[in-house]
């Protein structure tokens, strides 16, 4: 069956990246997308970005265009995602979804999610 | 592209609840449903408007016209309160949006 793991929790200072992976069993890891989303204490989802393991072209979100790089490695059946300059507003769970089938990017396939921390 | 959802919805067992999701002319674009309990990840429960992922009951139901789109879960349980976010895909920025989610209390 389709699985996602992700990596655990982390605490960050502010300033300082967080990278979270994302590993893959039960398919084809690169025939799907991997999506990235966020959610804050409290609130609702906001999509991050995406990224071909075919091809490795991403779309981003605007807001995370200059901090955020995701990436993937094949011989691993593992995504990442990698997110730069952290402030307190980062601090959420994140989690890796997979496209639901080939060429349709909703998210059909979740990871458990990442809870990044950031404080000083 | 903006996407409203009611902040709450509440239903007594085994009536039918509806969740909307408002954004203009939202019948141009393809609607997906995601249902997310407490400490869990999100699921998804319908896409393309009408469609049901391998494994959802078919009590959940979606539709889509005008400037609303609506997720509909008929003979509602216990076990389907939650919170509902919808999501549609906006090509003038390319990105995903998702609407601020609506939770769903059964009576």
């Known amino acids: 069956q389709v699985q996602l793991v992700q990596s655990g929790g982390e605490m960050k200072k502010p300033g300082a990246s967080v990278k979270v992976s994302c590993k893959a069993s039960g398919y084809n890891f690169i025939s799907y997308g991997i999506t990235w989303v966020r959610q804050a204490p409290g609130r609702g989802l906001e999509w991050m970005g995406w990224v071909s393991v075919f091809s490795g072209n991403t779309k981003q979100a605007q807001k995370f265009q200059d901090r955020i790089t995701m990436t993937t490695d094949t011989s691993t059946n593992t995504a990442y995602m990698e997110l730069k300059s952290l402030t307190s507003d980062d601090t959420a769970v994140y989690y890796c979804a997979r496209d639901l089938a080939q060429s349709v990017s909703y998210c059909g396939f979740w990871g458990q999610g990442t809870q990044v921390t950031v404080s000083s | 592209y903006v996407l409203t959802q009611p902040p709450s919805v509440s239903v007594a067992p085994g009536q039918a609840a509806t969740i909307t999701c408002g954004g203009k002319n939202i019948k141009n674009r393809s609607v997906a449903w995601y249902q997310q309990k407490p400490g869990q990840a999100p699921v998804l429960v319908v896409y393309d408007d009408t469609d049901r992922p391998s494994g959802i009951p078919d009590r959940f139901s979606g539709s889509n016209s005008e400037n609303t789109a609506s997720l509909t879960i008929s003979r509602v349980e216990a076990g389907d309160e939650a919170d509902y976010f919808c999501?549609?895909?906006?090509?003038?920025?390319?990105?995903?949006?998702f609407g601020g989610g609506t939770k769903l209390t059964v009576l």
């Open positions: 999501q549609v895909w906006d090509l003038s920025s390319e990105q995903w949006v």
